[in-house]
């Protein structure tokens, strides 16, 4: 009797993943990774088949990280970071190069620049931008420092890919910055002549 090979209906998580891991096989800088997961990212971003309940759960008292998948040879790894309305970010950068999208709600991201004077330190904002669902992003150390926070009044659910093994790093951020923030000069003056 004639036996039928029986195919394995691929997920749409696992597309994603190929499309990143074949996106990242024809790359070679940090510069080229992140902008190559980002846009191996895009097309699945707000697809209802991608997340599972669980992976959209979020908690209360903070945003919440699902890692999602690692790469065999820990080359990067996909991390789902859940967020209900208001959670943020502290201010922060990163192990390594990162791509991150919108799946799901809204969030806002601010860029800011570390400033040495006189011997401190302090960030300056150097832009903000709202993302929604199928934006995506790419960041490269250094000069990625940077928070996000969910701007909607609904939850948010982003998905971002990492150059490293955040179960061997243990967190994608390299550093978190507790240093006051100044608007530049010409801000400043905006500012203070509209208040
Ligand atoms: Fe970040």
Same mark, same amino acid.
């Given at each position: 009797?004639?036996?039928?090979?029986?195919?394995?209906?691929?997920?749409?998580?696992?597309?994603?993943?190929?499309?990143?891991?074949?996106?990242?096989?024809?790359?070679? =800088?940090?510069?080229?990774?992140?902008?190559?997961?980002?846009?191996?990212?895009?097309?699945?971003?707000?697809?209802?088949?991608?997340?599972?309940?669980?992976?959209?759960?979020?908690?209360?008292?903070?945003?919440?990280?699902?890692?999602?998948?690692?790469?065999?040879?820990?080359?990067?790894?996909?991390?789902?970071?859940?967020?209900?309305?208001?959670?943020?970010?502290?201010?922060?950068?990163?192990?390594?190069?990162?791509?991150? +999208?919108?799946?799901?709600?809204?969030? =806002?991201?601010?860029?800011?620049?570390?400033?040495?004077?006189?011997?401190?330190?302090?960030?300056?904002?150097?832009?903000?931008?709202?993302?929604?669902?199928?934006?995506?992003?790419?960041?490269?150390?250094? +000069?990625?420092?940077?928070?996000?926070?969910?701007? +909607?009044?609904?939850?948010?659910?982003?998905?971002?890919?990492?150059?490293?093994?955040?179960?061997?790093? +243990?967190?994608?951020?390299?550093?978190?910055?507790?240093?006051?923030?100044?608007?530049?000069?010409?801000?400043?003056?905006?500012?203070?002549?509209?208040?």
């Amino acid at each position: 009797m004639e036996t039928m090979a029986r195919v394995t209906p691929c997920s749409v998580f696992d597309r994603m993943i190929r499309r990143i891991e074949s996106a990242l096989y024809r790359t070679s =800088t940090p510069d080229q990774m992140a902008t190559a997961a980002a846009s191996a990212l895009r097309p699945f971003l707000g697809h209802p088949g991608l997340l599972t309940p669980e992976q959209c759960e979020p908690d209360p008292e903070r945003y919440r990280p699902h890692v999602l998948h690692v790469a065999p040879d820990g080359r990067f790894s996909v991390v789902a970071l859940v967020w209900m309305p208001g959670q943020e970010t502290q201010v922060h950068d990163h192990v390594s190069w990162c791509a991150f +999208g919108v799946h799901r709600g809204a969030e =806002t991201e601010v860029q800011y620049e570390l400033v040495e004077e006189y011997g401190g330190q302090y960030l300056q904002p150097v832009g903000t931008v709202t993302n929604r669902v199928g934006a995506v992003s790419a960041l490269v150390p250094p +000069g990625d420092i940077h928070a996000v926070v969910n701007s +909607g009044s609904e939850l948010a659910i982003s998905i971002h890919v990492y150059g490293a093994d955040v179960r061997v790093v +243990g967190s994608s951020v390299r550093h978190r910055y507790d240093l006051p923030v100044r608007l530049a000069e010409p801000i400043l003056a905006f500012a203070q002549a509209m208040a």
